[in-house]
């Protein structure tokens, strides 16, 4: 059973790029989060999108967009990427938009911005 | 979910039983307590859920006493592989739609 597959698993942009991450869910699972892990840092909530939606958004600027597809695969864009934006992302889905201990991980794309 | 305050950091040597402990005190009645891991280059991963008393599991037990407002992870006999950074959360179990808020979590290190 595949869990949560992110790609790439690294990528170097260069500032004011764009770029787009991708997420394909744990089999069974219909609901999409994306965090931000900053070097040292506990990882931060970006976003979460179910049935289609964005439900649920943290404390990021309208630069972090997202979208999620009929198999329930996601993609996170960062446009006017600032050296800031250098950090882990991190996938993680569910079922139903939870609970607190229903969500599986990815491995996360490592974005370096110069 | 209710904020919570653990050591940044931690040592331990293996075979050493490793305790850390986690302070909620603004836990509300519907809120459990619950521990991720995270290894290096890798997403953090559920370890271990509570409400009360103990809990165990093949990995670690979980010690909430009465009033709720602190909770101990113990891993028995740790090994260099337990060398992570364990997250505690506290929230409701049941509810949809709870995003996870992690703060910096405590880095454990387990040497030789």
């Known amino acids: 059973d595949a869990g949560v597959t992110q790609s790439p698993t690294h990528l170097i942009k260069t500032r004011g790029q764009q770029v787009t991450l991708r997420c394909s869910p744990k089999s069974g699972h219909d609901t999409v989060s994306w965090y931000q892990q900053a070097l040292g840092q506990g990882p931060q909530f970006i976003f979460q999108?179910?049935?289609?939606?964005?439900?649920q958004r943290g404390n990021f600027p309208d630069r972090f967009s997202g979208h999620q597809f009929p198999n329930y695969s996601s993609e996170l864009n960062v446009n006017a990427l600032l050296l800031g934006d250098s950090a882990l992302y991190l996938c993680?889905?569910?079922?139903?938009?939870?609970?607190?201990?229903?969500?599986?991980f990815g491995s996360g794309t490592r974005l370096t911005v110069v | 979910l209710a904020k919570t305050t653990q050591p940044i950091s931690m040592d331990s040597y293996e075979g050493q039983e490793v305790n850390i402990t986690c302070s909620h005190n603004n836990i509300a009645t519907n809120d459990y307590i619950t521990w991720y891991q995270q290894f290096p280059s890798q997403g953090p991963r559920f370890i271990i859920q509570g409400y009360k008393t103990k809990v165990t599991n093949e990995v670690a037990s979980l010690f909430i006493p009465a009033d709720r407002k602190s909770s101990t992870l113990s891993l028995p006999r740790v090994s260099l592989s337990d060398t992570a950074v364990y997250y505690c959360l506290v929230g409701d179990k049941d509810q949809a739609g709870t995003a996870l808020i992690f703060g910096k979590g405590t880095t454990l290190s387990v040497s030789s």
């Open positions: 999108y179910y049935e289609e939606e964005e439900r």
């Open positions: 993680a889905s569910s079922v139903g938009q939870g609970p607190i201990d229903g969500y599986t």
